[in-house]
């Protein structure tokens, strides 16, 4: 950060501590001032959105790596920004997730935008072609619908959960209802999918084919029996309707051993902003949200390539001032730097 005395090592010290281990910077003020430092909040709050700001370039080229390849999950979750011009300090904003690349290098993006509606969606897709795994958000549907080289793929985790309320819903009754026996089905899709986990995506596919598609055509035959019996406005006639209308998304995943039968992965890789928003309850500024975006972006693909996050982030914000252009950054990528040669102090 120009004209600060703040250092690579102290900076990665308080991001790791706000993004990864979700103690807020207010907290940390508290934490350094029993060691003898005094560092006031708004200082640690004007770095962050300093860095957020710096490292720009990085989540540019990295985003360049996710709209490469042919696979991007996505999802949404809230945050709430206080000082949004025209906006009340209570309304919702939204952090939107990407996590796509290649196995083995995957990107994790982190987007801030105050609306959930199709314009952060359709700007974060643009110039993308390939497959969308997503759940069934009508935003997603709309694109696709306008883009084709765009294919949704659905999420069975989804349409598991819808399931799995039905019967929390139904009580202790007795005799298993519709929703239980979607969720025994499910449960066995899942089974075939753990047996397979450590396949190339070649055999994946085969495999698939001789194991998981007889249970989908057994779960499709139920579907299809059980949709008219159940009342559309109970919890149990919700999950079958959801079912029959992502039922030709949800079997994508068949069509392309790469695929995931959910999109769990992109899930995960949220928790830890969700956790994190429990402890410091909301972004100030936008600036603040677009910084925070960034800095979790980087922490959870270092994370997802092996990297210690701590160590990564000292490493990149030691040499990143002597970037010259895209080829020098793309050497600090965290998917493209291996772990082993990240220096250790």
């Known amino acids: 950060i120009p004209k600060s005395n703040a250092s690579p090592g102290l900076l990665a ?16 003020e508290q934490i350094l001032k029993r060691a003898g430092i005094d560092i006031p909040r708004a200082t640690t709050a004007r ?52 996590r796509g690349a290649p196995p083995g290098r995957a990107v994790i993006l982190f987007h ?46 989804h349409a598991r959960r819808k399931f799995h309320e039905a019967h ?52 499709h035959a139920w579907l299809e029996q059980s949709l008219p019996e159940v009342p559309p406005s109970t919890l149990a006639g919700k999950a079958l309707t959801y ?14 051993g790469r695929l995931d039968i959910d999109n769990n992965a ?7 902003f969700v956790i994190g928003r429990r402890n410091w309850l909301f972004a100030d500024t936008p600036a603040g949200a677009h910084a925070s975006a960034n800095l979790y972006s980087l922490i959870e693909t270092a994370k997802a390539k092996g990297h210690e996050p701590y160590r ?3 490493h990149l914000f030691t040499a990143l001032p002597a970037a010259k252009g895209d080829q020098d950054i793309d050497a600090l990528l965290p998917t493209r730097l291996m772990p082993e040669n990240v220096p250790k102090s």
């Not at 397979?196 to 495999?207: I, N």
């Not at 992109?266 to 830890?272: G, L, N, S």
């Open 112 to 157: 801030y935008h105050p609306s959930r509606g199709q314009d952060p969606a359709t700007e974060l897709l643009a110039g993308y072609r390939g497959l969308l795994q997503c759940d069934g958000f009508e935003v997603y549907v709309a694109i696709a619908a306008k883009s084709p080289g765009i294919r949704l793929i659905g999420c069975f985790a």
């Open 168 to 219: 929390k819903g139904q009580g202790n009754k007795r005799k298993p209802g519709k929703a239980k026996q979607a969720l025994d089905l499910i449960a066995r899709l899942y089974g075939v999918e753990k047996t397979l986990k450590d396949l190339d995506p070649e055999a994946r596919h085969a495999q698939r084919q001789i194991k998981a598609k007889p249970i989908l055509d057994e779960l």
């Open 266 to 272: 992109c899930e995960r890789a949220i928790r830890p």
């Open 243 to 256: 079912l029959h209308n992502q039922w030709p998304k949800l079997i994508g995943y068949l069509d392309d």
């Open 13 to 28: 010290h308080i991001v790791v501590a706000k993004y990864q281990d979700a103690l807020p910077l207010a907290r940390q």
């Open 47 to 98: 770095w962050m959105i300093q860095l957020g700001e710096t490292l720009a370039p990085v989540i540019a080229r990295l985003r360049a790596e996710l709209l490469g390849y042919d696979i991007v999950q996505m999802d949404e979750t809230r945050i709430q920004v206080l000082k949004e011009a025209g906006r009340d300090p209570s309304s919702q904003s939204y952090m939107w997730v990407q």
């Open 312 to 314: 990564y982030l000292r």
